[in-house]
C-alpha cells in the first residue's frame, strides 16, 4: 500500500495530518511525516495546527511553556516553531537532544577535565593521563543515564508515546552524549603529559562506545539508570586496583591499566563486545516502547 506522504510527492494531507494528531495514523507513516517536516516549514505548519486544533492541543501548549519557562527561555510564538523555522529545528534538536545536554552530566565532565589538568600541572602528579584514560568510558554512562526514563525525563510520559520516542530518541541523545564526550575527553588526554608505557588518548573510545552500548542494551531489561549504575561500577571496581595499588606510583600501575586498553586483542575484544551488545539492542528494540515501571 503506498504511503500518502509517497502519493502526494513527499507532502502531508490534511487527512495524514489529522490522523497524525489524533494518533490513528500508522507507525511508518508517522515516522515518515515527522522526518519530512524537519525540512518542509508549508507541511510543519499544517500539521502543527492539526495538533493544536485537536483535543490535546491546549495540554500541549500549557506543557510547552511551562518547558520554555524551565530551561530559562521566554515563551515565542508558537508559529514561529510550528513553520519550521531555524527556531523551530533548533527547538526539535535541543528537545531531541533532551536531558543529556541540559543536566548537571556535562558540569562533571568539564569538571573531571579540569581536576587533570589541575593535577598535572598545578600538583605535578604524572599518573593524570591514567587516571582520565581510567575514567573516560564510563563518563558516558552519566549521560546516558541522565538520557531517557521517568526518573530522568520529565517529559518521559509524553515522549515515550510519540512515534519518535523509544529506541529512536534514545539512540539520538546517546549519540548527542558520545559527541560532547569523544571531542572534548580524546583532546584533553592528548594535552596531558603522556604516560610511558601507557595507549594513546583515543584509546577509550571502544571500550566506551561498548560500555555504552551495553548500557542501552541492559537498560532494556532494568532501565537506564540502574543498568548505566551497575556497569559504572563494576568498571570502576576493576580499573581502581591498578591505579590505587602498591605500585600505583611506578610503572607497574600504568601497564597493569593498560592492558585494559592497549594491543589488538583488547581493542578487538571492545569491538566484538560493541558488536554484541549492538546486536542484543537491536533484538530488544521493542522492549523501549513501553514505559519504564522502575
Do not use: N
Request: proline residues 7%; hydrophobic residues 55%; charged residues 10%.
Amino acid at each position: 500500500m503506498t504511503s500518502p506522504l509517497h502519493a502526494t510527492g513527499w507532502h502531508v494531507t490534511d487527512a495524514l495530518a489529522l490522523r497524525y494528531a489524533e494518533g490513528a495514523a500508522p507507525e511508518t507513516d508517522a515516522w515518515s511525516l515527522e522526518k519530512h517536516v524537519e525540512s518542509c516549514s508549508p507541511c510543519a505548519g499544517r500539521v502543527s495546527a492539526a495538533v493544536r486544533a485537536g483535543a490535546a492541543g491546549p495540554a500541549l501548549a500549557a506543557v510547552r511553556a511551562e518547558l520554555l519557562t524551565s530551561v530559562g527561555h521566554r515563551p515565542v510564538p508558537a508559529v514561529a516553531v510550528a513553520a519550521g523555522s531555524p527556531l523551530g529545528r533548533w527547538a526539535r534538536l535541543w528537545w531531541a537532544a533532551g536531558p543529556a545536554l541540559r543536566g548537571s552530566w556535562v558540569v562533571a565532565v568539564a569538571l573531571v577535565l579540569g581536576g587533570a589538568f589541575a593535577l598535572a600541572y598545578g600538583a605535578g602528579f604524572q599518573g593524570a593521563r591514567s587516571w582520565l584514560l581510567a575514567l573516560s568510558p564510563v563518563l558516558p554512562l552519566g549521560g546516558v543515564a541522565v538520557s531517557y526514563g521517568r526518573h530522568a525525563d520529565p517529559l518521559y510520559e509524553i515522549t515515550a508515546a510519540t512515534p519518535s520516542g523509544g529506541l529512536r530518541l534514545l539512540l539520538t541523545r546517546t549519540a548527542a552524549v558520545l559527541a560532547v564526550c569523544v571531542p572534548l575527553l580524546t583532546a584533553g588526554g592528548a594535552l596531558l603529559p603522556p604516560v610511558a608505557g601507557f595507549p594513546g588518548a583515543a584509546a577509550w573510545l571502544l571500550p566506551g562506545l561498548a560500555l555504552a552500548l551495553a548500557a542501552l542494551a541492559l537498560g532494556s531489561f532494568v532501565g537506564c539508570r540502574a543498568a548505566a549504575a551497575t556497569l559504572a561500577c563494576g568498571w570502576l571496581l576493576a580499573v581502581t586496583g591498578p591505579l590505587l595499588g602498591p605500585s600505583a606510583a611506578g610503572t607497574d600501575g600504568a601497564a597493569a591499566l593498560a592492558r585494559y586498553f592497549s594491543g589488538p586483542a583488547a581493542q578487538g575484544s571492545w569491538a566484538a563486545a560493541a558488536l554484541a551488545c549492538g546486536a542484543l539492542l537491536a533484538l530488544r528494540r521493542r522492549s523501549f516502547d513501553h514505559l519504564e515501571t522502575r
